[in-house]
């Protein structure tokens, strides 16, 4: 996130001499996502990060493809995915390509006994339900309903739940996950047309120094792979950092809706950018308001990319019968629209109350068997007249 932030103490100037009370040096680690050429933090931890004590047996964790290939308008229902008392085993990956993966979970319990690092992919976390504490080494992130939990690869994490109720939707981008560059200045401010701004960002606060020597369990995805690795010092043993790269927070309540006399486009929705696909927010808003105004969108064959929606809350203005946590991925190549009834319906409506993620990827999303099984079979008839 190109906002400049600092916790904790750290040294004057980088790369000198920073001692600890009993004089031995503090350990600096420089940590980005794409080497030296874009953002890093510089981070103090009070042990050197790098004593491993034990590996584990590493075990496959990659998503089963059950539909591979398909050109079919697809309706999931996101909240049949079944509550699991673990974080990690609750996350189901649903729909999957090259560039993204996008799982469902709904954990019960915190994560208290291992802590966790995504070293192939940057995560960002979308709280349906539930509230909590993301709790890193870089500091602390409270959450609640709407916020998008935003960690770059290679942050050890551990999440506590307030409850056991929660719902989650994620996506894990094996590219950095960026604000959209077109609202960012040559400075990387974010400009005054963009929807949001720095004050919408949650950084991490409450830095607290573990000071600890002992086994820390720590699960490590790369490849496709769980590594269980026992370190010998606590993962949170940060004194201090400092830099541009750092887990942060949006609330998507605090998305400001671009809105016109005419219809507007899917970009004005944008809120992350990936390589290859974008994410965006639908929130309540005020219809366009030409008189004549069609608010509901026009059919459109999206063929450079699929579409999915997570639909969150509020009336789906262009959309019979869904419900709280249902995606449906619209593929590339043939057309979709409006439901029937929804344009009419529409017209002369002042607002809209809907709440919604959606994502579009550029390369085709294929079905995993977690998918399959909440799949609902009739979705690509229900735009005919008698459905
Ligand atoms: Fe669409």
Known sequence: ??????????????????????????????????????????????????????????????????????????????????????????????????????????????????YYKNSQADEVIFIHEGSGTLKTGFGQIPFEYGD???????????????????????????????????????????????????????RPTQLETFDEVGDFKVLIKKQGMMYPYTYGTHPFDFVGWDGFHYPWAFSIHNFEPITGRLHQPPPVHQTFEGHNFVICSFVPRMYDYHPLAIPAPYNHSNVDSDEVLYYVDGDFMSRKSVEKGQITLHPGGIPHGPHPGTVEKSIGQAKTEELAVMIDPFRPLMLTQDAVDIEDESYHKSWQTSS
């Open 1 to 114: 996130m190109p906002i400049y932030h600092s916790l904790g103490k750290i040294p004057a100037k980088r790369h000198t001499v920073f001692r600890k009370d009993d004089g031995t040096l503090y350990a600096e680690e420089l940590v980005s996502t794409e080497g030296f050429s874009s953002l890093y933090s510089l981070v103090y931890h009070c042990h050197p990060p790098t004593i491993v004590k034990d590996l584990g047996e590493p075990y496959n964790v990659e998503p089963k493809i059950a539909r591979e290939k398909h050109l079919r308008h697809t309706s999931l229902l996101g909240f049949k995915i079944k509550p699991e008392a673990d974080y990690l085993k609750s996350r189901k990956p649903v729909l999957v390509n090259s560039d993204l993966h996008i799982s469902l979970a709904a954990p019960q319990t915190s994560m208290s006994d291992y």
């Open 148 to 202: 998008y939990l935003v960690i770059p690869r290679g942050t050890i994490y551990q999440i506590h739940f307030n409850t056991s109720e929660n719902r989650l939707f994620i996506v894990e981008s094996f590219s950095p996950i960026r604000t959209p560059k077109r609202y960012r200045n040559a400075f990387g401010q974010m400009e005054e047309h963009a929807p949001f701004c720095e004050r919408d960002i949650k």
